[in-house]
């Protein structure tokens, strides 16, 4: 399995700006998390689905944040609009259960 | 912050000595593990110890977990220069979310 594929792996963009992340789980995975990673805050759970239906949102931030999983294989978060302090690693990961996750390698998000 | 402790926030050793990184949290949980992220990368999974077990081993990896002072301690024994990474704890709350430490770096010298 190629594991867990996030796109882009950097988007440079402008204030104002929509921008949407991209995961594909693992087959076979059933839970998929959102995670942002900054140096000030760590690794924060902005999200999770079980079997694509968002169970836990408490950790999206703002309205401006929205995520979707639309079938077993994809999922995007998005930021409409962006602003500078969005600015982080942004982390998708899948799970069978309540068994260990795996991570993709992120996409790294620069607000301008 | 969603997360607990962990310290050291760094550690710098020699080759061949051992690691020891300590992680404190919150809430009630279901297991802890323990996970390795590289510069760049992605987190990758070391270990997991459920909420009934009190200590467990994988290779040079050696954890432990008291639940009733909310810890765990993640040891690596005999390091080498390739353990250069961050290491999280995550603990899994009673609603199944995984939240994560605010990370230990350590950096292991030739």
């Known amino acids: 399995d190629a594991g867990v594929i996030q796109s882009p792996r950097h988007e440079v963009t402008e204030m104002g700006q929509e921008v949407t992340l991209r995961c594909k789980p693992i087959s076979g995975h059933n839970s998929l998390f959102w995670y942002r990673q900054t140096m000030m805050r760590g690794l924060e759970l902005l999200i999770y689905?079980?079997?694509?239906?968002?169970?836990?949102d408490s950790g999206m931030p703002e309205d401006r944040f929205s995520a979707k999983m639309p079938n077993a294989s994809f999922s995007t978060l998005k930021i409409q609009p962006s602003e500078p302090r969005d600015s982080a690693v942004y982390f998708c990961?899948?799970?069978?259960?309540?068994?260990?996750?795996?991570f993709g390698n992120g996409t790294r998000l620069t607000v301008t | 912050s969603q997360q607990g402790e962990e310290d050291p926030q760094a550690l710098s050793i020699q080759e061949g000595e051992n690691a020891t990184m300590n992680c404190s949290y919150k809430?009630?949980?279901?297991?802890l593990q323990w996970y390795r992220q590289n510069s760049g990368r992605g987190l990758v999974h070391l270990i997991l110890?459920?909420?009934?077990?009190r200590e467990k081993h994988s290779g040079r990896l050696r954890v432990t977990l008291d639940t009733s002072k909310k810890s765990s301690s993640l040891l690596i024994t005999a390091s080498r220069a390739a353990d250069t990474a961050s290491y999280f704890c995550?603990?899994?709350?009673?609603?199944?979310?995984?939240?994560f430490g605010s990370g230990t770096r350590l950096l292991v010298r030739p």
């Open positions: 110890i459920r909420s009934n077990e």
């Open positions: 990961a899948s799970s069978f259960g309540n068994s260990p996750l795996h």
């Open positions: 689905f079980n079997n694509n239906v968002p169970i836990d």
């Open positions: 995550a603990w899994m709350d009673s609603s199944y979310k995984l939240i």
């Open positions: 809430t009630s949980i279901n297991n």
